[in-house]
């Protein structure tokens, strides 16, 4: 495990700010996340819940949503936030989205502590679905 390194600084303080905007009556676990493009734009999300629990929209995804729906194509790293003892880790759901539309992005996971662990995609999704291989 590392510490935060000063490249993804205002990426982590990005997905900081969005966690407190979290909607999580039900689970209680607040979760902020933030995407940054090979241009320099950040774009965060944090998780919304629903009375209808499927209907839980995660930070990561939300997060790529923004950057994917304001036409973003290139990105370079994804990373996500919550109070944990370790970085948390995103759900299988993400993983795939972060495959499908960020296949190159380095993933960061941290937590309060500022501990960091990063990966490839690839090493998070073995053998995924996609482009209907
Ligand atoms: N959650 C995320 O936002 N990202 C993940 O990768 C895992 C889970 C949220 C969904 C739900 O609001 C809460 O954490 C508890 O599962």
């Known amino acids: 495990m590392v510490v935060l ?3 993804y600084e205002k990426l982590f303080e990005a997905a900081l700010k969005a966690r407190e905007n979290s909607c999580s009556p039900y689970s209680g676990f607040k979760v902020g996340a ?3 493009t090979e241009s320099g734009r950040i774009y965060s999300g944090c998780n919304i819940e629903s009375s209808s629990f499927g209907l839980t929209m995660c930070a ?3 997060a790529l ?3 994917l729906c304001a036409g973003e194509k290139d990105i370079s790293a ?3 936030t919550a109070d944990t003892p370790d970085p948390v880790s995103p759900c299988g759901a993400c993983r795939q989205l972060i ?3 960020a296949p190159d992005a380095r993933i960061i996971l941290t937590n309060l ?3 960091v662990l990063e990966f490839k995609i690839e090493e998070m999704l073995k053998y995924p679905f ?3 291989k």
């Open 5 to 7: 390194q000063k490249k």
């Open 130 to 132: 996609g482009k209907f």
């Open 78 to 80: 994804v990373l996500v």
């Open 34 to 36: 933030a995407v940054l």
């Open 60 to 62: 990561e995804r939300n």
């Open 99 to 101: 495959y499908d539309y």
């Open 65 to 67: 949503s923004a950057a």
């Open 113 to 115: 502590k500022r501990q």
